[in-house]
């Protein structure tokens, strides 16, 4: 389709999520013509996740809690993260602007606070807003949550789909991109009833389908009946395309291909994380990177207490460093024998830990520590009894305590926690994705990618925060650079009319 004409937009994003949202923004703030479409209602893993965006170096809310932080710390502590996924000149970018970026998102209306949790935990009380998230080593709190009861990604998306249209986007819901033609993008669209009845369903197969997954992928079939029967195509005249669509936690083929060792996990995400954006990159001359990569969470806190049990494997060896983040811990007993560990602690620390959950825990994080402190475990007088019950090798237990442990683990009666990435399903989400130019976020000539589409700052490793965080850097690169593309192709057309 030539690109010319009242109705051609300078950049369409496709995916409403953050780092759709944010592209919006930026593309549109620089004078774009910006149209968004997603599958769905927009808000995609952003809206369901806990809204947290990992920022230092001194920001506002860090310096408000007293918290003492720079530039080159950050750099030096996600060097050792983010393993090769950018290059050292596009992390240390993206520590360097990490305050400012924040003041961008305050400054179109996110919310956040400077309150600190006092204690290690996977995620903070509605008390507390700044918390350390990663593993760094002095702790320095750089998790930013969005200022919402509950999990907040809701209030983030809330607040960023606000400002892309106060910015002049244009959104369209229920309209799903199928196919990138030079200058155009194929899409199929609900209307009517059927968009109604879609749209009730995919509601609830995302968050109650997050805990029941067949429920989920029930409601998310009828939605997809939907779809294949009443869309209808449309196609839109676009200078550039941004994919912003998210991951492939959800697309099974593409798991088994790439990732097959994280099958069985709790797939974090949308029925959208499908693959679909990837797979538009590839076909427009894309190349793929780090889809191997798959984040999986075993948080051991909270409650606090636990930190000072002792992690196992099932040769009574320990696994890891116990206060470590949930991806670091995840990663190690997965990799351990069988995919199988055991949280060993004593009398004393249950107690405390039981002390500790009304406390330290919302409602999600209630039903891990009920299964932890109660069926998720076995009990005995001593090490070998217990390590026997478990199926834990007795003589590599009471070696690993002797070693380890004595100084934390003091008097039976013990108990074994069960730990193993099957014992209770164990979060995921994916870490590659499309490769792009780190200066411009383009994945081919007129086409960028943002987020989960692409591969990113958190591309090698995550804690918590790091994918929204990069969802804002990659989203507002992929958006300014894609309204400059258009603007140079705007302007060659104008001088090819003349």
């Known amino acids: 389709m030539p690109v010319s004409g009242d109705l051609v937009y300078d950049v369409v994003v496709v995916g409403f999520g953050a780092a759709g949202a944010c592209a919006a923004i930026e593309a549109a703030e620089a004078g774009a013509r910006v149209l968004v479409v997603d599958r769905f209602g927009g808000g995609g893993a ?19 809690a007293g918290v003492e932080d720079d530039p080159e710390s950050m750099y030096d502590y996600l060097l050792t993260e983010t393993r090769d996924a950018v290059t050292p000149p ?4 993206f520590c360097e602007q990490s305050a400012d970026m924040l003041e961008w998102l305050a400054g179109h209306g996110v919310p956040f606070d400077s309150r600190v949790a006092p204690e290690k935990t996977s995620y903070p009380t509605n008390r507390h807003y700044l918390y350390v998230s990663g593993n760094e080593d002095p702790p320095v709190p750089r998790g930013h949550r969005t200022h919402a009861r509950g999990t907040s990604g809701h209030e983030l998306h809330r607040r ?15 309209t799903r991109a199928v196919e990138l033609t030079p200058g155009a993008v194929g899409c199929r669209v609900l209307t009517g009833w059927p968009r109604a009845v879609h749209q009730v369903l995919h509601r609830f197969s995302v968050k109650p389908g997050v ?3 067949r429920f989920g992928a029930y409601l998310h079939r009828r939605a997809a009946r939907l779809e294949d029967r009443y869309a209808r195509p449309s196609t839109i005249a676009a200078r550039t395309v941004v994919l912003a669509a998210g991951g492939f936690v959800f ?8 990732a097959p060792a994280y099958r069985g996990g709790l797939r974090l995400g949308t029925p959208g994380d499908d693959g679909s954006g990837i797979r538009l990159g590839i076909a427009a001359g894309g190349a793929t990177a780090h889809l191997d990569r798959v984040t999986v969470w075993r948080f051991l806190t909270p409650p606090s207490a636990l930190t000072r049990g002792l992690l196992v494997d099932r040769d009574g060896r320990r696994v890891c460093e116990e206060s470590r983040y949930g991806a670091a811990v995840g990663e190690a007993v997965l990799r351990s024998p069988g995919g199988k560990a055991w949280l060993l602690v004593d009398a004393a620390i249950l107690r405390a830990a039981r002390r500790q959950i009304w406390r330290q825990t919302l409602w999600f994080q209630r039903f891990q520590a009920w299964w932890m402190l109660g069926p998720g475990k076995v009990s005995g007088q001593t090490l070998e009894t217990v390590a026997r019950t478990a199926g834990v090798d007795p003589a590599g237990l009471v070696r690993t305590v002797a070693d380890e442990g004595g100084k934390r683990l003091r008097a039976g009666p013990f108990s074994l926690i069960d730990v193993s990435i099957r014992a209770l399903p164990a979060p995921m989400l994916t870490l590659g994705g499309l490769v792009v130019d780190e200066e411009t976020g383009a994945v081919a000539p007129g086409v960028y990618a943002a987020g989960r589409n692409a591969v990113g700052i958190c591309s090698g490793a995550y804690v918590s925060g790091l994918s929204l ?3 804002v850097f ?4 992929a958006g300014i650079n894609a309204a400059a593309y258009a603007r140079r192709a705007r302007e060659g057309a104008d001088v090819e009319r003349r």
């Open 469 to 471: 965080a990069d969802c």
């Open 90 to 93: 596009t992390l240390r970018r």
């Open 46 to 64: 952003t809206a369901i996740s806990g809204g947290v965006v990992y920022a230092g170096g001194g920001t506002r809310f860090q310096r408000a």
């Open 160 to 174: 960023l789909a606000a400002a892309a249209r106060a910015a002049g986007a244009e959104v369209r819901t229920q």
């Open 474 to 477: 990659s989203g507002r690169r």
């Open 211 to 213: 805990y029941l997954p």
């Open 251 to 258: 697309d099974r083929e593409m798991m088994r291909a790439h």
